[in-house]
C-alpha cells in the first residue's frame, strides 16, 4: 500500500502513471501548454523514473492521435531524448558551461542567496514559484523559465548552483534535461540568455503570480542591460518558508535494507521503475555513489521507494552491483554503478542523427520515429 499524502498530485503507482497518459490531450496541449493552468500532461516524474519509457508515451500517444514530428507535443518529448543525446556524447562536460555566456562565469555567486531558497525575494512570481516547487516537488516548464532567469540575470547567481538546488527538489529531476534547460536559459547553451518580464507573466500566469511594480516590470531592453552587467537587483522583501530538507541517503522512513543484493534477479534501480519481465524478482537499489553527489528531498526519496514496493522489492543501499544480480536497463544516471549486470537498453523513441549535434534545430532536422516499437 502506498504511503503516499492524501490528494498527492503524483501518486508513486504505474496506475497513476498510466491514467495521466489516457488522460493526455495532444491538441488542448498545444493550445495551452505556455499557461501555468493549461492542460500540460505533468508526465515527467514518470518518464524520468521509468515506470514509463520516452518510447511508450510517444507511441500510444502517436497511436491514438496520428501525431507528426512537427507537433509541439511530440517535439516536447524530443527536448528530452537531444538532452541525453547531448549527455552521451559531452558526459561531464553538461556539468560546466558549454561556452561564455552574458558575463565571465566568475562573475556569478557560486551559491544560492537565502531569500530565493526560502521564497522571499519579494518578487510574487519567483516566490510563489518556489513554494509550488516544495509543496508539489514539481514546476510547469514556464515557471522554471522564469525562475532560472531571475536567478542567473537578476541576481547574478551562477546557473550550476541553481541547477543543482532545482534538480535536488524535482520530482522529475533529470540531470541532463534540468542542467543544459539552465545552460540554455543563462545563454551558455544557447546564443543569448532567456529573459522574461511582468507582462509575460500576466499573461501566462494566475492573478496571485503577477508582479506588477517589481524588478520585473520593465522593459525587455532594461533586462537585456541588466543581464549583460555585473548588476545584482537584490531580494528579501517576501515572508521566508522553510526549505524542505535535502538527503544525500535514504531518510528512515523509506526502510532501506543493506542486505546483499538476491542472485539473478531483476533490478529495478530509480530509473528503472516499470513492468519488470513477466516470472522474475525484482530487487530495488540506490546508488550510494549516485546520491553522494546528488542530494533529494524526502518527497522524491519516497516517490521512488513506495514505486520499488509496488513491484515487490525491498530497496537495498549499495556502493556498486556485481554480477550477483542478473539484469537491468541501462540509464546514464546509474549505469557508472552497473558493473558486472547485464544492462538492456529501452526501446528508443526516436532514431538519432548520426553526427553530434549542438542545438536541438540540429537534432530535430536530423531525427525520426524510432522502427523499433516499445513493448
Not at 21 to 26: T, V
Not at 160 to 178: P, V
Not at 193 to 221: K, Q
Not at 343 to 365: D, H, M, N
Amino acid at each position: 500500500m502506498s504511503t503516499a499524502p492524501e490528494h498527492d498530485p503524483f501518486e508513486p503507482t504505474l496506475a497513476a502513471a498510466r491514467a495521466r497518459l489516457d488522460a493526455l490531450r495532444p491538441e488542448a496541449y498545444a493550445r495551452t501548454r505556455n499557461h501555468l493552468e493549461g492542460a500540460v500532461t505533468r508526465l515527467s516524474p514518470y518518464l524520468t523514473h521509468g515506470y514509463l519509457s520516452l518510447a511508450q508515451v510517444l507511441h500510444t500517444v502517436c497511436e491514438r492521435h496520428a501525431l507528426g514530428l512537427e507537433h509541439k507535443f511530440v517535439q516536447e518529448l524530443g527536448w528530452r531524448a537531444f538532452f541525453h543525446h547531448a549527455w552521451r556524447h559531452r558526459g561531464e562536460g553538461i556539468f560546466a558551461s558549454l561556452h561564455a555566456g552574458p558575463l565571465p562565469d566568475h562573475a556569478y555567486a557560486p551559491e544560492l542567496p537565502q531569500d530565493i531558497r526560502r521564497g522571499a525575494t519579494g518578487v510574487p512570481v519567483i516566490d510563489h514559484a518556489v513554494r509550488t516547487l516544495y509543496a508539489t516537488g514539481w514546476l510547469h516548464n514556464h515557471a522554471r523559465m522564469w525562475l532560472a532567469s531571475y536567478v542567473v540575470h537578476l541576481r547574478k547567481v551562477h546557473w550550476r548552483a541553481g541547477a543543482d538546488w532545482l534538480y535536488a527538489h524535482l520530482l522529475d529531476g533529470d540531470l541532463a534535461s534540468n542542467h543544459l534547460s539552465w545552460q540554455w536559459i543563462a545563454g551558455t547553451g544557447s546564443h543569448k540568455p532567456y529573459l522574461f518580464n511582468a507582462e509575460n507573466v500576466a499573461r501566462y500566469a494566475p492573478a496571485a503570480w503577477h508582479s506588477p511594480r517589481s524588478v520585473i516590470d520593465t522593459s525587455y531592453e532594461r533586462l537585456d542591460t541588466i543581464a549583460r552587467s555585473d548588476h545584482d537587483v537584490g531580494g528579501g522583501r517576501g515572508e521566508p518558508v522553510d526549505e524542505p530538507a535535502l538527503h544525500h541517503a535514504p531518510p528512515a522512513a523509506c526502510g532501506v535494507s543493506d542486505a546483499p543484493l538476491p542472485r539473478g534477479a531483476w533490478l529495478a534501480h530509480p530509473w528503472a521503475l516499470g513492468e519488470p519481465p513477466a516470472g522474475v524478482s525484482v530487487a530495488g537499489v540506490f546508488f550510494a555513489g549516485f546520491h553522494r553527489r546528488w542530494a533529494w528531498s524526502e518527497r522524491r526519496w519516497r516517490f521512488v521507494t513506495e514505486r520499488l514496493r509496488e513491484l515487490g522489492a525491498t530497496p537495498h543501499w549499495v556502493e556498486t552491483v556485481g554480477n550477483s544480480v542478473g539484469r537491468s536497463l541501462a540509464d546514464p544516471h546509474a549505469t557508472p554503478w552497473l558493473g558486472g549486470v547485464d544492462l538492456i537498453s529501452a526501446p528508443a523513441a526516436f532514431e538519432e542523427p548520426k553526427r553530434v549535434c549542438g542545438s536541438f534545430t540540429q537534432y530535430w532536422r536530423g531525427v525520426h520515429f524510432a522502427v523499433t516499437k516499445p513493448a
